[in-house]
Structures are given as structure tokens and as C-alpha cells.
């Protein structure tokens, strides 16, 4: 298999994230937690730069976790649960998803929001994983444009909407169809800790796929 | 020239640990030489006005919130500004996202359905629903929050009876359940004994001193003050007398509040007499009286733990009685050597310690002027403002709307220790430093520094004496904090009767 081409477009802390020429994000993480889709586990970064391009020989790396959405539903136990997470969008800065859903259809909070991914597109994030989850097919009319939204953005929602997840949502989708606390606890806070308001967006967005 | 301003935000409600981390925070600001965030009660204007703040312009009601700050003219307005930013966010309390706690009744359910008791602290005003939501869900309640209407009150006891579920509170600050204790509770060891009471420092007080005489309590069920009353008519009491007596684990019963209503301290009376446990019951200053075995009939605090002590040790409970009483009358050799002319000033943080120290001066050198009176006529006009004997509990609503409990924090109580020192007849200062679980890391450390102040301006005018109610397993350690007020000069005592007896033979 040839080797991937790929731009590094993002360095963080823990994350660089890099384009490829199809305009799918990559990612080489240092921890178990953030990996996605399309994600290489390393023990430290490499000594990438922004705007530099690089080979990945993918076939040399090894497979960590399944980032497909389990198809077991959400225990009905955990129901009072996620409606508990409606309520982040009650509060700042979330609030302003919030209002925005009140009067508009779901499609419109694409783009919307605070955060490096916009608490918008996260919302829809969580609700394309949780129709997934559900067993149910994604409407097509939430996938929002590409110019809407940041690129990154975009394409977690590409993920998503293909039944794609990062591997904290992946525990959590399997803790929810199981019935231990501990796990769900830990899933949960594993969630909360997803960037500023990441996290709270995408489970608010898994309520309201639950309950659609 | 220090300036002052006071700013009203119309309609904010913010807990009172948020006030005060903010307050705090603007203490620190440079060229800030006080604030204070506090809602706008009649009490706490009047604590303004008195702190030398203007407030006769302000308009403002108790659902406001007053951010006032004093100090260089050019700052204030930043003060002010900071404030309104830090109430978004406030400092200690950052919105960072932490570990996942469920938010609602349901969703604690679904994580603890194995849970049989719900613990409730917001405020008053919504607390009642939720405490019958919890009731509907088959969960006992314990209700920490005051303000709940005595209607609802008694109609969350009456639907909790109908369903075997207890109510503890409102205004249960203290419960101790297989020996954990829940809200403003002492680190004491766990044993055969099973109180019920008020829930306040009455409780903790018996609490600590039966662990004082090596023995452990395996519960304490809270009643809140007004069960005893003839409208409640006593419901938690009795259910909880009840249970304790069915509780094989349970040797001895213990029962501690201020006197209840007759019919109902008759109610609660008959049904330890047909319990067939022994049973101290320590109604403080109430009129029942003797010795009725099973049932030991007391009238203070550390009396009640003596009794309960000793048949809980299998011995002889009117001996155990006799010999504290023997050993409050030699405390008259101790305040021989320190006795100083004028009247006793008491700043309690524990409302049944006040009361009980009320109790005990009144007995010793005569009334005893209070905003928590024995009796009407002795209630203080302005609760700021001593006269004679006084002693003021700072634990009353109104030292603690918008504000923190004294037992969280003793500034409040530490500046009046200071401006009380400044008073010529004023000849012993009696105060209580109450520890444990919710309470404030160094209350002595916080007292200590106003008498070392006061000593300054007033020599040794003045003798100070004090009670550290807790235990050396309680967070704050009680010898710890016991030598830091003895380190400040401070004379400490064993126990709050015993304080209450030394300053008055010290004046007396």
C-alpha cells in the first residue's frame, strides 16, 4: 500500500492533527483517550511542524480500537440520565445552541457555538451517534454543508454520520447499553473532560438523538 | 480619603460560600480596605450601617444582592466591575469540567437505586418539593434546609409517616446514620448509643461528650427544631424514638432538644416508658424532672451525655450526674484567682449552646439579654447592641441570610468579639469554637486573633473564656485548637456547661 501524503494542519499539546490530500483529518495522539477515527497512538509526538507534509506508511500501524458505534441500544435504565444532559443547554455558553434549537430545526446549529469544534456541530455530533446507536439511519438533511463549519468540524460529523466515533464515545455507547455505574461514570467524565464544551454539547446532542 | 459605594444587582440570588469567595477575592484588590457581598435583609443593612456603611439611600429588597466596597476612590468602580465578572465564574469554583455527578433526583437513582435516603440542601423555598419528590421516590429525607413553611412541614412528616419514611429537618444540620456522619457532624467512634434531637449543636455537643467518655454513637436522627412543637406535634421525634428502641443494635436512647410542646413531650415520654431501654432524655431547661427508670430525665447538655454514659457503661447513672455536678462546683476555685468585675458577653455560633449558656447564667447571676431569649422580655432590641448580660447566637436567620454560618466562618463573630473588648462593662467574654465535618478549617485561629487584638487595646481587663466542641479526630483537631486559643489567653473548658458556669463565677 503506498504511503498516506498528509499536511499537518493542527499541533496541540497531546494531538497533531494533519490533512489529507482527500481533506480527511488524521491524527497521532499520545493518549488512549483521544483517539477517532483515523488516529495513531504514539508515545510522544513526532517533531512535525504546521504546514509540513509528511508519509504515513499506515499499513505499519497498529489497530487500537474499532471506532464503529456498537449496535446494542442505550439502556432505558440510564433514560433519567440523559435527560439530565438537556440541561447543559440551558446554561452559558451553551445556551446559546439552546436557543437556537428552540426555534430552528436541528440542521441550523451547525457551525453554531463557542469552541475549537463549534458546541453546534458537536450537538449534531452526539445526536448522529445516538440514532446510530439506536439502530436507526441518520437523516441526511442534518448533514450540514461543508462551509458552515470548520474543517475539523466537518469532518467528526462525517464520522459520525458514518457510524464513526472517538474511542471516549465508544466507551461510553458501550456503557450505556450495559448496566454498570463505575463504567458509565467513568465514560461520562471521560466525556466531560472532551475540550471547553465539547463534551457537554455532544451529550446533549446524544439526548436529544435518544429521544428523537 | 476612603470612599465607599454600594451597588444593588436587582434580583441576583448567589449561595453565600460564593459571596464570600467573591468578597475575598475584591479584599485582595489593591487600594480595597473592605467588602462585602451580602443580600440585601433588613439584618444585613443594618450590618452594613453599622460597619460605617451608608445605606439610608438604598433601594433594595431582601431578593437583591448589595456588593459594597470601601476604600481608594479610583477603584471602586473596578471593584464593583471584578465582582459582577467573578459571580459569572467564581474563583474556587470554576466551571471545569470535573467528575460526572448526576443533577437530578431521577438520574441519581439510576446510578444509586440501592439508595434509601436523599440528603437536601438549596433553598428553602424549593427544598419542600423536593423533599416530597423524594418521599414518592421511597427515599428517607434528610432536609438541611431552613425556610421551608411549617404547612409543608408538616405535611411532608404526615405523608412520610403514612409511608415508614423519616423527615429529618427542615433545618437538620446535623444527622449521624451507622455512625457516618451527614452535614456539620464530629469525627466520634461509633457505638451502642441512638440519639434523637433538634440537630443542631446540642447534638454534637452530646455527641462529643460521650466520646469524651469512651462512648460511641451508631445513630443520630435529626428532628429539626420545630417537630417538637404542638403543630408538628412531635412526628420525627417519635418515629425516631421508635426506631431506635426496635434497633437491637441500640442499648442506650438518648433524646436532646429544647423543652417540646407538653402534649407532645407526654407523647414522646410514654413511648420511651414502653420501650424497655433505658433512655436519657435531655430536654434542655425543661420542667420534667427525676429519675424514672428506664427513663433519666436531664436539663443540660453535658449532664445528658454523663447519664447516657454511664448506662451505656453499665454503671450508675445518678452517681455519673452527681459527680459533674460536684465537679461544676469546684470550677468556683478556679475563677477565684481570675475574677473580674462587669458583665458577660456571649457570641455563640450554636444556637442550643447559647441557649443552654442562657439557661445556666440565669440560674448564676440572673437574666440574660439574647436575640435567642429564654424569655420575650429578655429579647435584645437590636441584636448589635448589648446590654447587660448578653448573649447573641449567630447562627439565628438573621446573622445568616446571604452570609455564611458562623460555624463556617467567625469573622463576623470575631469583630464583634473586638468591639465588645472596647465596652468598660464588659468583664468576661464567653464563645464557642464549634469543630467537625462543614466547619470552618481553624475557627479557633479566627477567634484567637480577635482576643490577641482585643488583649492589645483592653489589658487584662477583660477574661476571655471559651469551648471547643469537638474531638481530636474532628478535621480541625480539638487539642490543636484548644492550645491556639489558650496560646491567645484564652481559658477553655471542657464543655459548654462548664464555660457558661466559669464566666459566671467569674463576674458573679
Given at each position: 500500500m503506498a504511503p498516506l501524503r498528509l499536511v499537518v494542519v493542527e499541533r496541540h499539546k497531546s494531538v497533531i492533527n494533519l490533512r489529507s490530500r482527500a481533506g480527511r483529518r488524521y491524527s497521532v495522539v499520545t493518549k488512549g483517550e483521544d483517539m477517532g477515527p483515523r488516529s495513531i497512538l504514539s508515545k510522544r509526538l513526532p517533531d512535525w511542524n504546521v504546514g509540513e507534509e509528511v508519509m504515513v506508511f499506515a499499513e505499519a500501524l497498529p489497530v487500537c480500537y474499532d471506532p464503529e458505534i456498537p449496535k446494542t441500544p442505550p439502556s432505558k435504565r440510564w433514560r433519567p440520565l440523559w435527560f439530565e444532559w438537556l440541561d447543559f443547554l440551558a446554561e452559558p455558553?451553551?445556551?446559546?445552541?439552546?436557543?437556537?434549537?428552540?426555534?430552528?430545526?436541528?440542521?441550523?446549529?451547525?457551525?453554531?457555538?463557542?469552541?475549537?469544534?463549534?458546541?453546534?456541530?458537536?450537538?449534531?455530533?452526539?445526536?448522529?451517534?445516538?440514532?446510530?446507536?439506536?439502530?436507526?439511519?441518520?437523516?441526511?438533511?442534518?448533514?450540514?454543508?461543508?462551509?458552515?463549519?470548520?474543517?475539523?468540524s466537518f469532518d467528526i460529523l462525517r464520522d459520525a454520520f458514518a457510524g464513526l466515533v472517538w474511542r471516549r464515545i465508544k466507551d461510553l455507547c458501550d456503557a450505556l447499553a450495559g448496566e454498570g455505574v463505575s463504567l458509565l461514570e467513568e465514560s461520562l467524565t471521560s466525556c466531560l473532560a472532551m475540550g471547553h464544551t465539547s463534551g457537554r454539547a455532544y451529550l446533549a446532542g446524544m439526548a436529544l438523538g435518544f429521544e428523537a | 480619603m476612603l470612599l465607599q459605594r454600594i451597588h444593588v444587582e436587582k434580583g441576583a440570588y448567589y449561595d453565600s460560600v460564593t459571596l464570600m469567595l467573591v468578597a475575598r477575592e475584591l479584599q485582595s484588590m489593591e487600594g480595597i480596605e473592605e467588602a462585602s457581598l451580602n443580600m440585601a435583609t433588613e439584618a444585613n443593612l443594618k450590618i452594613l450601617a453599622a460597619a460605617g456603611f451608608g445605606v439610608s439611600d438604598i433601594q433594595a429588597g431582601q431578593s437583591d444582592l448589595l456588593i459594597a466596597v470601601r476604600g481608594d476612590g479610583s477603584v471602586l468602580e473596578a471593584a464593583i466591575e471584578r465582582a459582577r465578572e467573578l459571580l459569572k465564574n467564581p474563583p474556587g469554583r470554576k466551571s471545569t469540567p470535573g467528575e460526572y455527578r448526576p443533577k437530578s433526583l431521577d438520574g441519581a437513582l439510576s446510578m444509586l437505586p440501592e439508595a434509601n435516603m436523599a440528603l437536601i440542601s438549596i433553598a428553602g423555598r424549593y427544598a419542600g418539593d423536593e423533599a416530597d419528590k423524594c418521599l414518592d421516590a421511597g427515599l428517607h429525607v434528610m432536609l438541611y434546609s431552613d425556610n421551608v413553611p411549617i404547612e409543608k412541614e408538616i405535611s411532608l412528616k404526615n405523608k412520610a409517616k403514612e409511608k415508614g419514611l423519616l423527615v429529618m429537618g427542615p433545618d437538620c444540620?446535623?444527622?449521624?446514620?451507622?455512625?457516618?456522619?451527614?452535614?456539620?457532624?464530629?469525627?466520634?467512634?461509633?457505638?451502642?448509643?441512638?440519639?434523637?434531637?433538634?440537630?443542631?449543636?446540642?447534638?454534637?455537643?452530646?455527641?462529643?461528650?460521650?466520646?469524651?467518655?469512651?462512648?460511641?454513637?451508631?445513630?443520630?436522627?435529626?428532628?429539626?427544631?420545630?417537630?417538637?412543637?404542638?403543630?408538628?406535634?412531635?412526628?420525627?421525634?417519635?418515629?425516631?424514638s421508635e426506631a431506635l428502641l426496635c434497633d437491637e443494635e441500640i442499648r442506650v436512647v438518648v433524646l436532646i432538644g429544647k423543652p417540646p410542646a407538653p402534649s407532645v413531650e407526654e407523647r414522646i415520654l410514654r413511648i420511651l416508658e414502653g420501650g424497655k431501654k433505658p433512655a436519657a432524655v435531655g430536654f434542655i431547661g425543661g420542667k420534667a424532672s427525676g429519675d424514672k427508670p428506664p427513663l433519666y430525665l436531664c436539663r443540660e447538655l453535658e449532664e445528658t451525655a454523663a447519664v447516657a454514659a454511664a448506662l451505656a457503661n453499665g454503671k450508675d447513672p445518678s452517681s455519673a450526674r452527681e459527680e459533674l455536678f460536684k465537679s461544676y462546683e469546684r470550677l468556683k476555685e478556679k475563677a477565684a484567682p481570675m475574677k473580674r468585675k462587669g458583665f458577660i458577653r456571649g457570641l455563640y455560633s450554636g444556637g442550643t449552646l447559647c441557649y443552654e449558656a442562657q439557661l445556666i447564667a440565669t440560674g448564676l447571676i440572673g437574666s440574660v439579654y439574647s436575640n435567642a431569649p429564654l424569655a420575650s422580655e429578655m429579647k435584645l432590641a437590636d441584636s448589635l447592641k448589648s446590654r447587660g448580660h448578653t448573649m447573641v447566637d449567630y447562627g439565628e436567620d438573621e446573622f445568616t441570610q446571604g452570609r455564611l454560618h458562623p460555624m463556617m466562618d467567625s469573622t463576623f463573630r470575631a469583630e464583634r468579639l473586638l468591639s465588645e473588648s472596647q465596652d468598660p462593662d464588659v468583664g468576661v467574654i464567653l464563645f464557642d469554637c464549634v469543630l467537625g465535618y462543614g466547619c470552618h478549617p481553624n475557627p479557633a485561629g479566627q477567634m484567637a486573633e480577635a482576643v490577641e487584638k482585643a488583649r492589645k487595646k483592653a489589658g487584662g481587663r477583660i477574661a476571655y473564656v471559651a469551648y471547643v466542641c469537638g474531638v481530636d479526630a474532628d478535621p480541625q483537631g480539638a487539642t490543636e485548637q484548644r492550645k491556639i486559643l489558650e496560646e491567645a489567653g484564652v481559658t477553655v473548658c471542657d464543655s459548654n456547661a462548664e464555660a457558661a458556669r466559669l464566666a459566671c463565677y467569674i463576674v458573679g
Open positions: 455558553p451553551l445556551d446559546v445552541v439552546g436557543k437556537e434549537l428552540a426555534k430552528g430545526d436541528l440542521s441550523s446549529v451547525a457551525g453554531l457555538g463557542p469552541g475549537l469544534t463549534p458546541a453546534g456541530d458537536d450537538l449534531l455530533a452526539g445526536y448522529m451517534a445516538a440514532t446510530k446507536l439506536r439502530g436507526e439511519t441518520v437523516p441526511a438533511q442534518i448533514f450540514p454543508k461543508m462551509d458552515t463549519t470548520t474543517w475539523l | 444540620g446535623t444527622a449521624v446514620i451507622r455512625g457516618v456522619g451527614l452535614g456539620f457532624a464530629n469525627a466520634c467512634p461509633t457505638g451502642p448509643v441512638g440519639l434523637v434531637a433538634a440537630a443542631g449543636t446540642g447534638l454534637q455537643e452530646v455527641h462529643v461528650q460521650l466520646a469524651r467518655r469512651g462512648v460511641g454513637v451508631l445513630h443520630a436522627i435529626g428532628t429539626g427544631g420545630r417537630d417538637v412543637k404542638e403543630e408538628v406535634g412531635g412526628i420525627t421525634f417519635s418515629m425516631g
